[in-house]
């Protein structure tokens, strides 16, 4: 069974008087361990989709399945619980708690599951080494860069082994060459750990990466290409 | 690791900290110090009231209440004689008076006065006049023409000591009686009116110029604290014929003081209720101020899957930290002030004419009592933390998109 499976996802935004119909009807299913390159031009929806397979946002119509959740028919308690067990989240910005260390940012999402101390440190240690930052343990996000500080999101959404990363538009805030060693990471992170990868971009670089790419246009699945194997 | 949170996420914005810290910290010692404040002023009122001639229970014949005249003096003092040493707690001081009003007069002056005759060696050691003659001597046991008066009844007389003073009251058979006393030693009280008011003759004397015999007109006693008092008055009750005798406590001698007293919790009351409004207020903006510069964060959090009860814990933890902080720090600088001025009182001279008629003493002498600390402190706790409640609450309200979008 695929991770995720979206059933003709309908979504409507209301702004004063005005509808904004953010996704009209989105079928897709993703396998695991998949990584999936979102694109669009802007307002094409794909924030809007990463927020409802995420169970941040709701929907006005149609199903979605998390590994095996229907996130529909559950309430916000259950959502925080489904997004701390089974999602990883990156985004464009901000990521990380400023008064935490690199470390500690890893660690905290662990805290939250209730994951014994000693274990914790262990694994976020090991987590951090793995994205290549050894050495940047007691750091605050104010001294890491920001290719840094994404590397520490993306050890914070895969250490407690999700279902799926949700990123969106990781790479928009740095310039291509650390863009470009985020998405390797990420790669062999996907690759070793067999995590599921779901990003959206307008990254020409990430959309090469990815192994496949769906293509939005207001609110609609217009494209949808697996590539071969590279 | 939440508690380690809290503390750095405190000192984000230290200005801001150090804002709601004062505020902690001012209503704090502002409540440990005005009730210390209150309790010198009250304790030295019940001092004052209880040391000039009340005592911490008084007897009387029944009736001198509402009639304090020479009819309604106790004619078998034996009896109560008897009472005392059998019920009484060990240590109790205890005296017998003769008191009813007297007029006062020298060849130029006349002013009435409370005619007080006691018994020297006793009344040294119960009431304030023991230690309160500052010029010649009190009076010996049996003085027949000795009188000790106060220095303001000095100057009002224009006499001195050695001077005679007669006085004049009205004795058993309702005749007119009168004796000339001669000035042997001069008082001085906390407050003029004491001085103005009371004139010591030994009670041989006051007997023999009333007709009284034996007879006194009170007992006053001296207990271990001024708590005592109901206890040892309810025995009293019970052991003396209700019939002949009437038993007092010092609240119910000076309805006055304990008017007072009531009326200085309200005061305190009132002053906790300002700082409760103050302080709260402070708190919430500020805290409001936090939660809000902190919406992305918060929504990153429940983001991530942090259950709202998680947010508010974390902004009322914060909220603890900085209320356990100025909790200590005030309660240091409210022991320390009460300490640094318990030793040299504060002086109320300036508004001591004010003062004197609510039967004030010049000189305050703050009194902590633990008891006051521990109210201060909870009503800053307990408040502090039901006011961090609305931000914390509005912190785990924001949706993740929402709070994601803020800026
Ligand atoms: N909270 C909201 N309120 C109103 N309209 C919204 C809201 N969020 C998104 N929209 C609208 O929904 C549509 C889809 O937005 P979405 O953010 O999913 O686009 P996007 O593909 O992520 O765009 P971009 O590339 O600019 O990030 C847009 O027209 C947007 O204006
Ligand atoms: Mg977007």
Known sequence: MDIVECTDIKKTYHQGKVEIQALRGVNLSIARGGFMAIAGPSGSGKTTILNIIGGLDSMDAGHVVVDGNTLDEMNQSQLAQMRLNKIGFVFQAYNLIPVLSALENVEYIMLLQGVPTAQRRDLARSILNDVGLEGTYDRRPAELSGGQQQRVAVARAIVSNPSIVLADEPTANLDSKTGKGLLEMMKEMNEKKNVTFIFSTHDQMVMDYARRLVRLRDGLVVDDKVKEAQ | ?407
Do not use: C
């Open chain 2, 1 to 407: 690791m939440n508690f380690q949170i809290g503390w750095r996420n405190i000192w984000r914005n230290p200005k801001r900290t150090l804002v709601i810290l004062s505020a902690v910290i001012i209503g704090v010692w502002s409540m440990i110090f005005l009730s210390a404040f209150m309790r010198g002023i009250t304790d030295q009122m019940v001092r004052n009231g209880i040391s000039t001639l009340t005592g911490h229970v008084q007897v009387h014949h029944k009736g001198y209440r509402d009639d304090p005249g020479i009819e309604n003096s106790m004619t078998e003092p034996g009896v109560l004689e008897t009472v005392f040493n059998n019920t009484l707690p060990p240590d109790t001081l205890w005296t017998s008076r003769v008191r009813v009003s007297a007029v006062a007069s020298n060849a130029r002056h006349s002013s009435g006065v409370t005619l007080l005759g006691a018994d020297p060696a006793k009344e040294g050691k119960i009431s304030f006049i023991g230690g309160a003659v500052t010029l010649g001597r009190f009076l010996k046991p049996d003085d027949p023409h000795g009188i000790v008066v106060g220095q303001a009844l000095v100057e009002k007389f224009e006499t001195k000591l050695g001077r005679k003073l007669v006085l004049m009251s009205q004795d058993t058979g309702r005749e007119i009686a009168s004796r000339a006393f001669r000035i042997v030693g001069i008082f001085r009280a906390e407050m003029e009116a004491t001085e103005k008011q009371f004139v010591f003759v030994s009670l041989p004397a006051a007997q023999e110029m009333l007709k009284l015999k034996k007879g006194i007109s009170e007992v006053s006693m001296i207990l271990n604290s001024h708590q005592e008092a109901n206890e040892v008055a309810a025995v009293l009750r019970d052991a003396l014929p209700a019939n002949d005798y009437e038993v007092q406590t010092w609240q119910e001698a000076m309805p006055m003081v304990t008017a007072i007293l009531k009326m200085y919790d309200g005061f305190v009351f009132l002053w906790f209720f300002v700082v409760f409004i103050a302080m709260g207020f402070g708190i919430v903006n500020t805290t409001l101020m936090a939660v809000y510069e902190r919406i992305r964060e918060f929504g990153l959090l429940k983001a991530l899957g942090m259950k709202p009860w998680w947010i508010v814990r974390q902004v009322l933890t914060e909220s603890f930290y900085l209320l356990v902080l100025g909790m200590i720090i005030g309660t240091g600088l409210g022991a320390l002030s009460v300490l640094a001025l318990s030793g040299t009182g504060i002086d109320l001279s300036s508004v001591a004419a004010g003062a004197e008629f609510a039967g004030m003493s010049r000189m305050i002498y703050p009194v902590v009592e633990s008891k006051d600390v521990v109210t201060a402190n909870l009503v800053v706790f307990i408040l502090g933390i039901i006011v961090s409640l609305y931000p914390a609450i509005k912190a785990a309200r924001f949706t993740p998109i929402e709070a994601m979008a803020h800026n």
